[in-house]
């Protein structure tokens, strides 16, 4: 029946099921947790140093509009087929089973070797404090942590993300505060007025090409807010809920973000040479550790330092239930080992969760090959995927739009109906290949190629490609006609 709210890949009555364990505020707090991080608290600093706060501002704006559309275009899906599979289900039911495959398999490893990333990045992190501990042990104490609040329940995930997320929104809203009184003089000495912003007589720095390169950064930035539609499969009532967090976070977020680049932009000048050299193993020059240490409030870097830290705690975690639940997802549809399928009697795809942690010990890697090197490299593997994971989601629900109308239904049926259909998930699907086409065009100017560069940046693409062609050839897979898609909201 239409208004069933059960999950279509939780099995028989006899097997256990997920559990329906989130309420709004958890789903709103996933969504801002995986997007308020190390893009806002340490890259933004770069992106203001290379396309100065005008160039900054415009291209988180663009990204934010691209985001707006995506997370409306996933709300109709996720509200009208709540499937913790998401991505893997809506390619499978909506495009073709070997495009669910593809996308589905290369959301699992974007996630998946982000909680390895995340992990190097936590024992860099972690150093401030204890510079001359092994980073083998830190790393096994925050994996052991995140599979802990996985393997309890759906809902230790839900809690431990809610308070993670809560610690970053405070940290924005201080910082927003503070910085503002900073602005009209109020803390940290007189105003500046618009001389940093506009150093030089322009707020604009680097031209095109550092326009594009901040546009790609503040992609990576926003990523994190398609985990929603992972978790609306364990929602309480995603007709509900999901809609009421997507209204919330987006906007949430363009505000965190455009309102901190335009304070940082305000009162640190896009010439100091700090903004470029922040980084993870580097909090102190962190711009939001500048600003506060201007504002004369000397703990800055140290409080700034545990707040990133539990941010990349938040995204190792987010990581960890999201690649999960869609592995366990794609074993039920045949599309993983069926072992993965399993779940114990609190509704946890035991084997999923392990086989992910397994991915996770990467992260130990660290202690052998140098915590910076490790982490970059892991980071620019996955760095594509979440580009691709976006493309997906405007290509499903361009699909089942357009299968919903095929079929004869209507448009009043929809729980959530996303707006400016067809245009917006065109425009996203657009500005996806944009960004995906320009991961490093630095590599092919100077007059020599960088086919390293090349190498680890495009790598994600041809990957993604030959899983979807392989899996079409073998299987004998096509693209499935409008009035043949499966648009079935009960139980398989």
Not at 120 to 136: E, G, M, N, Q, R
Not at 179 to 189: Q, R, Y
Request: proline residues 4%; charged residues 10%; hydrophobic residues 50%.
């Amino acid at each position: 029946m239409q208004g069933n709210q059960q999950n279509p890949t939780q099995g028989n009555m006899n097997q256990p099921a997920l559990k329906k364990s989130f309420k709004a505020r958890h789903l709103t707090m996933i969504a801002l947790g995986g997007s308020i991080g190390t893009g806002l608290f340490l890259a933004s600093g770069g992106a203001i140093a290379s396309a100065g706060p005008g160039g900054a501002l415009l291209a988180y704006t663009a990204v934010g509009v691209m985001v707006y559309f995506l997370m409306t275009s996933l709300g109709e899906l996720a509200t009208y087929l709540p499937d913790s599979g998401s991505f893997s289900t809506y390619g499978t039911r909506f495009v073709s089973p070997a495009f669910g495959f593809a996308i589905g398999w290369n959301f699992w490893y974007n996630w998946a070797v982000t909680i390895a990333a995340e992990l190097s990045a936590a024992t860099l992190i972690i150093k401030y404090w204890f510079p001359d501990s092994p980073s083998f042990l830190w790393s096994l104490v925050f994996l052991l942590l995140m599979f802990g609040l996985n393997f309890l329940s759906a809902r230790g995930y839900g809690e431990s993300e809610y308070w993670f997320a809560i610690i970053k929104i405070i940290t924005v809203i201080a910082f927003l505060v503070v910085g503002v009184l900073m602005i009209f003089g109020i803390m940290g000495g007189k105003s500046v007025g618009f001389s940093n912003f506009q150093m030089g007589g322009s707020s604009f720095n680097g031209g095109f090409f550092a326009f594009v390169g901040v546009f790609m950064a503040a992609g990576f930035s926003f990523q994190g807010t398609e985990l929603i539609g992972v978790a609306a499969g364990e929602s309480e009532n995603p007709r509900r809920n999901v809609p009421i967090a997507i209204r919330q976070v987006f906007w949430r977020i363009l505000i965190f973000y455009i309102l901190a680049i335009f304070v940082i932009g305000m009162l640190i000048p896009y010439t100091n040479p700090d903004l470029l050299r922040g980084g993870i193993d580097d909090i102190g020059v962190s711009p939001f550790t500048i600003v506060f240490n201007k504002a004369g409030l000397a703990i800055a870097a140290s409080v700034m330092n545990a707040v990133i830290l539990s941010s990349v705690l938040s995204a190792g975690n987010s990581g960890m239930y999201a690649s999960t639940r869609v592995l366990y997802a794609m074993a039920k549809d045949g599309m993983a080992p069926r072992a993965l399928a399993k779940l114990n009697r609190r509704g946890v795809p035991v084997g999923a969760l392990l086989v992910t942690t397994a991915v996770g010990m990467l992260a130990f890697l660290a202690s052998f090959f140098g915590d910076g090197a490790v982490y970059n490299w892991l980071l620019n593997a996955s760095g594509m995927c979440g580009f691709i994971n976006w493309l997906g989601i405007a290509v499903c629900h361009y699909r089942f739009r357009r299968a919903f109308i095929a079929q004869g239904h209507s448009l009043d049926e929809l729980p959530y109906r996303a707006r400016w259909f067809p245009f917006g998930p065109i425009f996203a699907f657009a500005l996806c290949i944009v960004a995906i086409l320009g991961q490093n065009m630095g590599a092919f100017s100077g007059g020599t190629i960088d086919w390293y560069g090349i190498a680890v940046s495009y790598i994600s693409l041809p990957l993604f490609v030959l899983i979807w062609a392989g899996y079409r050839w073998f299987r004998k897979s096509s693209i499935i006609p409008l009035d043949k898609c499966d648009l079935s909201t009960h139980p398989e």
